[in-house]
């Protein structure tokens, strides 16, 4: 699809909103509907959006596989991490109370880098499946 | 109208349609779900069920091609396990509570408490993500493990090929 250029330019006035979106799902999820879980997705959907118009070694160019499989780890890692520092800081395991001095706050950051965690995790293996069929396909045909 | 696309997905034989089909599923699920104020489950339900889905469906299409088998024999036995289950399911439903009847026990156990909590005990005004993300973290945790463990099956099952066949 690499020369239909409606596609191309349609694709390029998208991308950049349909990451922005995610953007705002992802920080915006305390206060209106989605977290990290859609963020992920709509994230990891714009840049296969981008492999999709402008062929997967330009979206590997872009997101290069192993940022992606790091960010599988990462994110639950980050998830795992906030419970691990909720022991730390003299709570239980995931007590987000004890972040902050005030507790609410506490919750607040707590929930923050949770959903982080989520949406990172999620991206990363959306678009690492993605990849992966994308890529197989490629080497059996030969393109 | 999402009876018509389930009958029009199980009589269908090209495998091209029944995935674009089932993306039209989501899509009319998700319209459901925001009817029914479920506006994060309907977010989640159009972009991964009808946006990621349909994409790697249409990959693993391109790998095994698009025409259904046919079946090598009746399917009577399966036919009649999925109606007896259908019964089981439906006479268990029976018993339920009656849908939106405030006095449910469900709904008198812990979601008033959440309901009028939430916002006090964690500051954050979208209660469904006060659930999630705190009160019911260990369940969170478990999901996210749930995604990285099938990201890793993915990676497991289908990276040995392409470094065989392309030497990298």
């Known amino acids: ?143 | 109208m999402m009876a018509v696309t389930v009958i029009t997905i199980v009589l269908q034989r090209n495998l091209f349609s029944v995935v674009v089909l089932a993306g039209i599923y989501s899509f009319l699920m998700a319209t459901v779900l925001l009817a029914l104020d479920a506006v994060d489950v309907a977010m989640t339900e159009a972009s991964v069920g009808a946006g990621i889905s349909t994409v790697l469906l249409l990959g693993a299409l391109h790998l095994c091609g698009g025409e259904e088998a046919k079946p090598l024999h009746r399917p009577w036995l399966p036919l009649g396990v999925a109606l007896v289950i259908v019964g089981a399911l439906v006479y268990g439903t029976f018993a339920l509570p009656e849908f939106s009847d405030p006095l449910a026990p469900f709904r008198t156990h812990v979601i008033p408490r959440y309901l009028e909590q939430a916002l006090a005990e964690t500051g954050v005004p979208n209660v469904v993500t006060a659930v999630l993300a705190s009160y019911r973290g260990y369940d969170t945790l478990g999901e996210v493990v749930v995604v990285f463990t099938a990201g890793i099956g993915v990676i497991a099952l289908l990276r040995r090929v392409p470094r065989r066949e392309e030497e990298r």
């Open chain 1, 1 to 143: 699809m690499k020369r239909q250029m409606v596609l191309r330019v349609v694709g390029k006035l998208f991308i950049p909103y349909m990451l922005l979106f995610a953007l705002y799902v992802q920080f915006h999820g305390d206060f209106g509907p989605g977290g990290g879980f859609q963020a992920g997705v709509i994230a990891a959907a714009a840049i296969i959006l981008y492999a999709l118009i402008f062929g997967l070694p330009a979206a590997r160019r872009l997101a290069p596989d192993p940022i992606v499989e790091a960010m599988v780890a990462l994110g639950v890692l980050l998830f795992a991490g906030v419970g691990v520092a909720g022991i730390v800081l003299g709570g239980n395991y995931l007590d987000y109370f004890v972040l902050d001095g005030d507790p609410v706050a506490g919750q607040h950051r707590g929930i923050f880098w949770v959903e982080a965690g989520v949406g990172i995790t999620v991206t990363g293996v959306m678009l690492k499946i993605f990849y992966m069929f994308a890529g197989r396909g490629r080497s059996l045909d030969e393109r």
